[in-house]
């Protein structure tokens, strides 16, 4: 329970802190239901049909019936199970209801929806794992630690802390599945002979975490030719030469002589 000095009113003002009288270093629900909830979802949403639209263009080039895939969507339904569960608790709490409570829980679950739309189309028409669905979730995993600290704290929403932590620890396990590399589930004329960036998510991108192989390599010995990764096709003389050579052709004003060979 609250202490008594609390008001009832302290979380539905903006804050962001909330009376120290209710909860030390703590935000008022109000600030995160705005910050917390509703922005990064307005974020996701505003990104998504520029995604969709590249994905549209591309050609299909991994299988929709792997096991990734249905432990992704299986994931994704469950968190949206608990979403439910989470906005109707909160419908019946009056002690944890804000101006804003509706909207974001409303959000997060209509989020989550277009986060499998978007899982589905990415898994088929993409090497990579999603960089905006890896970013979206790292950011969701981030507050929503936040969210069910709060809830806890509040002493009057057990329930739905309750709900908001499996919501988070789902969210967890949806964005290792969907960081995890697809290789598996390419199909056999979209193949590439084992470069690894071509495969790695956003993360293992960023933390250069694909060279870990190599590094080990040599760690326990003098590292040769062989030992060394595949080069990304994009980076491959012979496909930088094609680009070169087009992009020569289209240039306005042609020189009495080419600089690049036929």
Known sequence: MPPATCLSTSDRVFGPRVDPACRAFDFTLLFEDIFFACLPTAVFFSLLPFHITLLAKSPAVCSVTSKLLLG?????????????????????????????????????????????WLSYIDHQRSLR??????????????????????????G??????????????????????????????????EKRFGAPEEYSGFWTRTAFAWLVTTFRVGYSKVIIQDDLPILDTRLQSNVLYDNLVSTWAQRKQPLSQDIVPD
């Open 156 to 189: 009057s929403a057990s329930g739905e802390a309750a709900a908001m932590a499996v919501t988070l620890a789902l969210t967890v396990v949806a964005l290792l599945l969907e960081s995890t590399e697809k290789r598996s589930s390419v199909i056999v004329e």
């Open 72 to 116: 992704k969507l299986a994931t994704l339904a469950s968190v949206l199970t608990a979403q439910v569960i989470l906005l109707v608790l909160r419908a019946q709490n009056t002690a944890v209801q804000t101006s804003a409570s509706l909207t974001a829980d409303a959000l997060a679950i209509v989020g989550t929806a277009s986060v499998a």
């Open 129 to 154: 794992p999603s960089t905006l669905l890896g970013l979206f979730l790292s950011v969701l995993v981030i507050l929503d630690t936040a969210r069910v600290r709060t809830l806890w704290l509040t």
